[in-house]
């Protein structure tokens, strides 16, 4: 089994920041990629930044830079530097991972999610 729990959402004025993070454990061979993804109230699920083994990172038009995506590959953590925050940012934030188990099966796995509000 595989879990993934994020961290580091709250409350902040514009302009502030944030550094969210996603904890991967449980019976992981590899970690194909990682990323962040977040949804606000009325709107669909986006991509935020993901970051492939191996491959290059991509961020969202909206938060290029001012988020940066990073991982700690030996601790299998995912990390969300997300700094000159505005309102539109406000969403609950979710980690996703594209695992392979030492079942061995690969597929996608979600965090629970945390909220991230942005108000003056």
């Known amino acids: 089994q595989v879990q993934l729990v994020e961290s580091g959402g709250g409350l902040v004025q514009p302009g502030g920041s944030l550094r969210l993070s996603c904890a991967a454990s449980g019976s992981i061979f590899s970690i194909n990629a990682m990323g962040w993804y977040r949804q606000a109230p009325g709107k669909q699920r986006e991509l935020v930044a993901v970051?492939?083994?191996?491959?290059?990172?991509n961020y969202a038009d909206s938060v290029k830079g001012r988020f940066t995506i990073s991982r700690d590959t030996a601790k299998n953590t995912l990390h969300l530097q997300m700094n000159s925050l505005k309102p539109e940012d406000t969403a609950v934030y979710y980690c996703n991972a594209d695992i392979t188990s030492t079942k061995p099966v690969r597929g996608s796995y979600w965090g629970q999610g945390t909220q991230v509000t942005v108000s003056p």
């Open positions: 970051n492939p083994t191996g491959g290059s990172i």
